[in-house]
């Protein structure tokens, strides 16, 4: 079997031989492109390469670039699990030119790469370009003399690449890979291309043009090549599976999975989530990200407790997440020594993360499985979803992920209603904070300890109500508390402050808006 290090590894040294450099896997936090959350293409660290903003040592490069994708504009959180190809966290296998090499050479390398180097039967194999793209058909249909049979052209949607609304841009040509007529579904371009049968391998972006603020293009004087190729799903051809499940790289994630939770089924669904988003989370964290309510923090926090939840859904109530981090050390450390270097951290910032959303998780899934029992039209109502996501720490998405597994469907407009409710509280109850004029005569300062901690023991220093010192707020009452010690961030910088609770032996009082004063 062609393992998915082996293949990382032969793609590299290929192109390595083509007088490309070998370029280490980015971060997943972007250095260079503010506008996208994470790392989601193995072109994203080359972006200022290609814009001509930046020279480099090399005008041809090959990568294995880690990517996430679960959050902004390219979100596959809610299909993991569900599908055979959807992932937070894969590889992306890429060769670029940077004003090189251009059409020619990027499609007879890949055909070379796939036909020769791994021995892929070209009957197996379907080829698309783009509409008005003759240059490229001529050379798949001329030079390489493909199949007319397994050729296709397509239109923008599917074959033309633009780096944004303006800017470099230009077509595509992409290669399927066909699994066979037991699987259903048509080639690319048909009405039933959706189907699985024909699963896109790889994707040659030939970027030709510069697109102008009016649609205009015009053809780039250093037309460049950027292409991607997925690992896991190149693994499944190569391995002989249909599911990137199957391949070595999860099976084994499976396994441990499936032995730390104690389940018996490895074609659970739920150890499929466990072990996608235990990558995500690890390489995440090694990458700088801890878990948190903004941002990238979030969309970490989002897809922990998805597989914190699904874990609990096979009974697991201790801590077992953290567990998964040295089975993928042991995976992947190797093409990641990042990885294993980071090992204990990881496992100390997936533990707490598990330790805090254990305090709620019970609580929160008995609310919602009285909130199930008693539905009468199969819709989980808004207010229980805001219930979940406000109090007990329930992303909307992971509630929606329970919904979909019994067959229900969320009330969002009344989610968005008790949403813009809580806002309009949290304006109101900002009347009280650096607005108000409160003469606060307090020496010292409240000591911020929220880039550590999200829970913390606290003292309270002084209450304000109406503008004056009081001794106690009542129920329904609002006012301000200050404290010596607070996880919460002030609004500062655009940031709007943090809510939340605290909690203490004479009740709970809703923070509604944190203030610097």
Known sequence: MTTSSDLRASFIDYFA??????????PLIPANDATLLFTNAGM???????????????????????????????NDLENVGYTARHHTFFEMLGNFSFGDYFKREAIHY????????????????????????????????????????????????????????????????????????AIAGGPP??????????????????????????????????????TGMGLERLAAVMQGVHSNYDIDLFVKLIAAAAAITGCANPADQSLRVIADHIRSTAFLITDGVTPGNEGRGYVLRRIMRRAIRHGYRLGCTAPFFYRLVAPLVAEMGDAYPELRTAQAQVERLVRLEEERFAETLANGMGILETAIAGLADGRIPGETVFKLYDTYGFPTDLTADIARERGLTLDMEGFERAMDAQKDRARAASQFGAG??????????????????????????????????????????????????????????????????LTGESGRFEVADTQKK
């Not at 039933?192 to 972006?205: F, K, M, P, S, T």
């Open 189 to 226: 371009g048909s009405p039933d291309a959706d189907g699985d049968r024909y699963v896109e391998i790889w994707n040659l972006v030939f970027m030709q043009f510069n697109r102008a603020a009016d649609g205009t293009l015009t053809p780039l004087p250093r037309p460049s090549v950027d």
């Open 44 to 74: 994203v660290q080359f972006k200022d390469a290609f814009l001509g903003r930046e020279r480099r040592p090399y005008t041809r490069a090959v990568t294995s670039q880690r990517c996430v994708r679960a959050g902004g504009k390219h």
């Open 17 to 26: 031989q083509q007088g490309h450099q070998p370029v280490a896997s980015s």
């Open 110 to 181: 890949a055909w070379d790469y796939l036909t020769r180097v791994l021995r892929l039967p070209p009957e197996r194999l379907w080829f698309t370009v783009y509409t008005e793209d003759d240059e490229a058909a001529a050379i798949w249909l001329d030079e390489i003399k493909v199949d007319p049979q397994r050729f296709s052209r397509c239109g923008a949607a599917d074959n033309f690449w633009s780096m944004g609304d303006t800017g470099p841009c230009g077509p595509c040509s992409e290669i399927f890979y066909d699994h066979g007529p």
């Open 436 to 501: 108000q004029d409160v003469a606060i005569d307090i020496q010292g300062q409240t000591e911020f300890c929220g880039y550590d901690y999200l829970h913390e023991t606290a003292t309270v220093v002084a209450l304000y109500r109406d503008g004056q010192s009081c001794d106690a707020l009542d129920e329904s009452q609002d006012g301000l508390v200050i404290l010596d010690l607070t996880p919460f961030y002030g609004e500062s910088g655009g940031q709007v402050g943090d809510r939340g609770w």
